[in-house]
T-cell receptor, first 109, second 116 residues
Framework: AQRVTQPEKLLSVFKGAPVELKCNYS??????LFWYVQYSRQRLQLLLR??SRESIKGFTADLNKGETSFHLKKPFAQEEDSAMYYC???????????FGTGTRLLVSP | DAGVIQSPRHEVTEMGQEVTLRCKPI?????LFWYRQTMMRGLELLIY????????DSGMPEDRFSAKMPNASFSTLKIQPSEPRDSAVYFC??????????????FGPGTRLTVL
C-alpha cells in the first residue's frame, strides 16, 4: 500500500537557520513525489516535484530511493516560509495523490 | 480565472442533517478530486472523476457520503446523515488530464464543516 510519513507535526526554527522537513514513503512501484504548501489563508499549492529537479523559493528536495525519502530542505529559512507543508506521492502515469499528515513550519524572527 | 470555487466556505449543521458541498473546477480541466483534511489523518482523497465519471471512490468513508459530477463545471459532495466525526475541511481540486499523469492539481479554498 502507498503511504507517506511526515514524522514531525511541528518544526520551529529561527530566521536564517537551515530547515529540513522529513518525508518518507512506502511504495513498491515507480513513484512520483511532490511537496505542497499551504500558507496562512491561502490555498494548498504545489511547491515542487521531484521530476523537475528544481529549486523553488530556495527549497530543494532530492528523491532517495534507497532510503525511500524525499526530504525538503532550505539552507536559510525566512519568516515567509512559515506554512503547512505536505509531502505527497503518486504512481507514475496515474492521478491519485496520497498525502502525508503535514508538517507545520514556524520560522521565528 | 478565479481558480477552483467551493461553496459554502463554512458550514455548521446539526447531527443528522444533510450537508451538500459544491465545487466548480477550473474551466478546461477534466479531472476533479474531493479531499478531506483532519488533524489526525491529514489530507485524504475521497473520490475523483475524469470527464465527469467517477474513477476511484475507495476513499469514501461510508454510504453516508456520495459525490456527483453532472457536468464538466460542477460537482457535489453530499453527507446524509451527517455526524460529528465528519467535521473537517473538505477540499476540491481540479487538473487537466493530459494522459501523462504529470498534471498539476489546483486546489479550492476548502469548506470547513462543523457538525454539532
Amino acid at each position: 500500500a502507498q503511504r507517506v510519513t511526515q514524522p514531525e507535526k511541528l518544526l520551529s526554527v529561527f530566521k536564517g537557520a537551515p530547515v529540513e522537513l522529513k518525508c518518507n514513503y512506502s511504495y513498491s512501484g515507480s513513484p512520483e513525489l511532490f511537496w505542497y504548501v499551504q500558507y496562512s489563508r491561502q490555498r494548498l499549492q504545489l511547491l515542487l516535484r521531484h521530476i523537475s529537479r528544481e529549486s523553488i523559493k530556495g527549497f530543494t528536495a532530492d528523491l532517495n530511493k534507497g532510503e525511500t525519502s524525499f526530504h525538503l530542505k532550505k539552507p536559510f529559512a525566512q519568516e515567509e516560509d512559515s506554512a503547512m507543508y505536505y509531502c505527497a506521492l503518486k504512481n507514475t502515469g496515474f492521478q491519485k495523490l496520497v498525502f502525508g499528515t503535514g508538517t507545520r513550519l514556524l520560522v521565528s524572527p | 480565472d478565479a481558480g477552483v470555487i467551493q461553496s459554502p466556505r463554512h458550514e455548521v449543521t446539526e447531527m443528522g442533517q444533510e450537508v451538500t458541498l459544491r465545487c466548480k473546477p477550473i474551466s478546461g480541466h477534466n479531472s476533479l478530486f474531493w479531499y478531506r483534511q483532519t488533524m489526525m489523518r491529514g489530507l485524504e482523497l475521497l473520490i475523483y472523476f475524469n470527464n465527469n465519471v467517477p474513477i476511484d471512490d475507495s476513499g469514501m468513508p461510508e454510504d453516508r457520503f456520495s459525490a456527483k459530477m453532472p457536468n464538466a463545471s460542477f460537482s457535489t459532495l453530499k453527507i446524509q446523515p451527517s455526524e460529528p466525526r465528519d467535521s473537517a475541511v473538505y477540499f476540491c481540486a481540479s487538473s487537466r488530464n493530459s494522459g501523462s499523469g504529470t498534471d498539476t492539481q489546483y486546489f479550492g479554498p476548502g469548506t470547513r464543516l462543523t457538525v454539532l
